[in-house]
């Protein structure tokens, strides 16, 4: 099953995704985008290990999700992607838009093919105004476009606030 889950900043959609892959009974796998390229990214981070059981795998991968996800995916497995909006903005911050687009091509041309659960989280950031830098407008209409097109992928979608969640497409959570 392929789900996405979206939701603003501490708006609990990190939560509701390892919930439901500990409920899965399904070994998981943590995929993380982020980097630690300052210090309060890195008390994030921290807070995040902290939170996660021990006994969960993990793989630290910045830019090549698509291939991290075909190494990963099996029928027995949950894979839980957090976050895509941090793998959107490593990938912008290269400023190479061929590696932009062959990167999310090929996420989006992988996920029906893979086994198993696979959980998305990312952040929404499309709800306020039009940001007034051109980098961070490209950066909410590239997370736009690449949430529309999961969503049409995903067999369920769930919007997360204040830790609760809203199902938009598929299965009660």
């Known amino acids: 099953m392929l789900e996405l889950i979206l939701g603003g900043a501490r708006s609990g959609k990190s939560r ?22 300052d210090g309060e990214m890195s008390a994030r981070i921290r807070h995040h290990q902290d939170r996660r059981p021990a006994h969960w795998g993990l793989v630290e991968e910045p830019l090549a999700l698509a291939r991290v996800l075909r190494e990963q995916a099996s029928a027995d497995k949950c894979l839980l992607v957090d976050c895509l909006t941090l793998w959107l903005t490593n990938l912008l911050m290269l400023d190479n838009l061929a590696r932009l687009s062959a ?9 029906s093919g893979l086994p198993g659960r ?56």
């Open 103 to 111: 990167e999310r091509d090929a996420l989006l041309d992988c996920l």
């Open 16 to 37: 509701l995704a390892e919930r439901l892959a500990t409920e899965s009974a399904l070994a998981v796998t943590y995929i993380a985008t982020s980097q630690a390229l």
């Open 118 to 173: 696979i959980l998305l989280v990312s952040n929404e950031t499309g709800l306020g105004v039009v940001p007034m830098g051109e980098l961070s407008r490209r950066f909410v209409d590239e997370a736009g476009w690449l949430h529309q097109a999961l969503a049409e992928r995903c067999q369920r979608v769930v919007f997360c606030v204040a830790g609760l969640p809203m199902v938009l497409k598929g299965d009660a959570v």
